[in-house]
């Protein structure tokens, strides 16, 4: 079984275009006939989708936070196999990790023992960027940081002082990115805006592939590059909602784990797509509906009137079907939904639930839960919670009980009724 070779992009801090570096990367790697998989650390939906499309590969969530050991390396070798580089992007800073210390990119990169590039943004500083280098290299000895990208650089007079400054650290800088107004992706309050919904994104990713081909010397950094060893024997994934399992996939509900469908697919179930935005039913035939998380605040007039979506998760319903739904999800199940400009939206009704994003207050972390629905999985589960909106629900059973990284109680999470369940909680793992 042939392998990649593999390496990790990341950088001191968010916001230095690390993103942005890898896009280039794998787009520019690509054009020179190198097969690049692609990966992402955490929990992240929205960058794996820009990665996939850049690489014409789909990108697979490595989360040392919520997944075992096992588990990350088995990913990563299935990943790189028939690749010829594995590029794993990073998260928020090298050593940025949940509340309780773990789960950097950092942990990631020793686990896998493979080595690190540094993105740093240069803007405004020169000989600074030694000691920062130097500090981050030295800080974690089971963490080798083999090379350095400099961004958003302001002339050669300034890439000539950085590249003098850091030849004292002993770390090659592999490339200096001039600084480019173009290379800037539109943002909104989860994140980066969906790839599907820029118009021009083909042609941003070209230009950060010519960014990155004429100003990164790309064969030193594929010389960098670590081999991957072949995974351990992972855990079992988490077993599947049903046989027939309908998948919600739009421009609403977009945020799925391609290690969760692998999962199921490889364990015998039958998986069906279907988009509520265009108004489909769920298939008369399946035994479970997933509605999985994405933007359903951006798409409230077009859910209300899906009528022929809700009537068929009504259906679903009633024949007993299993009926699951995630963050975004589980507001649909609802029966309202405010938007931000403070319009209310009827939603399918299965669960007396109204959420609200008119009042946004971030919701963010790290979730170890312990669920008492009728899901098919452990009781005790590892995911994340990630939304702006907030909920008013009827005293109805929570479907997780739940604490955060640290081990703080949280409040119960979700409602069940029967066999509809759902929560802002997304689920990546068994604990």
Wanted: net charge negative; charged share 20%; proline share 7%.
């Amino acid at each position: 079984m042939s392998l990649a070779k593999g390496i990790v992009i990341a950088a001191p801090r968010s916001g230095s275009g690390k993103t942005v570096i890898t896009l280039g990367l794998l787009a520019a790697l690509r054009r020179r006939g190198v097969v690049v998989a692609p990966a992402k650390t955490g929990p992240d939906y929205i960058d794996p989708a820009f990665l996939g499309r850049a690489a014409l590969r789909e990108a697979v969530n490595l989360d040392p936070w919520s997944m075992s050991p096992a588990r990350l390396k088995s990913l990563a070798s299935m990943q790189a196999v028939g690749a010829d580089l594995l590029l794993v992007e990073g998260v928020m800073g090298l050593f940025d990790g949940a509340a309780d210390g773990f789960g950097s990119t950092a942990d990631l990169a020793e686990l896998l023992e493979l080595p690190v590039v540094l993105v740093v943004d240069a803007e405004r500083q020169s000989q600074s960027v030694a000691p920062l280098v130097a500090g981050f290299a030295n800080w974690r000895p089971g963490v080798r940081v083999a090379g350095v990208i400099l961004n958003r650089v302001a002339s050669m007079k300034h890439e000539r002082m950085l590249v003098d400054a850091l030849t004292a650290t002993g770390i090659p800088c592999l490339g200096a990115i001039p600084r480019n107004a173009d290379l800037v992706l539109p943002e909104r309050h989860l994140g980066l805006v969906m790839p599907d919904e820029l118009a021009a994104f083909a042609a941003f990713v070209d230009t950060a592939a010519e960014a990155v081909g004429d100003y990164v010397d790309l064969e030193r950094l594929r010389g960098l590059a670590a081999p991957i060893a072949e995974g351990d024997t992972a855990p079992a994934p988490l077993r599947p909602l049903g046989q027939r399992i309908a998948i919600a996939r739009d421009d609403a509900f977009a945020f799925l784990y391609p290690h969760l469908l692998d999962g199921w697919r490889a364990m015998g179930a039958e998986l069906s797509f279907f988009s509520p935005l265009a108004n489909e039913a769920t298939p008369d035939d399946c035994d479970a509906v997933f509605l999985p998380g994405g933007y359903p605040e951006l798409h409230g007039g077009t859910l209300a009137a899906a009528n022929h979506f809700r009537a068929g998760l009504i259906a679903a319903r009633d024949r007993h079907a299993l009926i699951y739904g995630e963050c975004g999800g589980f507001m649909v199940l609802g029966e309202a939904l405010v938007d931000k400009a403070g319009e209310t939206h009827a939603m399918a009704g299965l669960l007396p639930v109204t959420t609200r994003i008119d009042r946004p207050k971030r919701i963010l972390g790290y979730r170890r839960l312990v669920q008492s629905g009728d899901l098919p999985w452990p009781g005790r589960l590892q995911g994340h919670e990630f939304h702006y909106s907030s909920a008013r629900q009827s005293r109805l059973p929570p479907l997780f009980a739940a604490t955060d990284a640290r081990g703080e109680a949280m409040p119960p999470m979700g409602a069940v009724i029967g066999r509809v369940m759902g929560s802002y909680a997304h689920v990546v793992d068994a604990a």
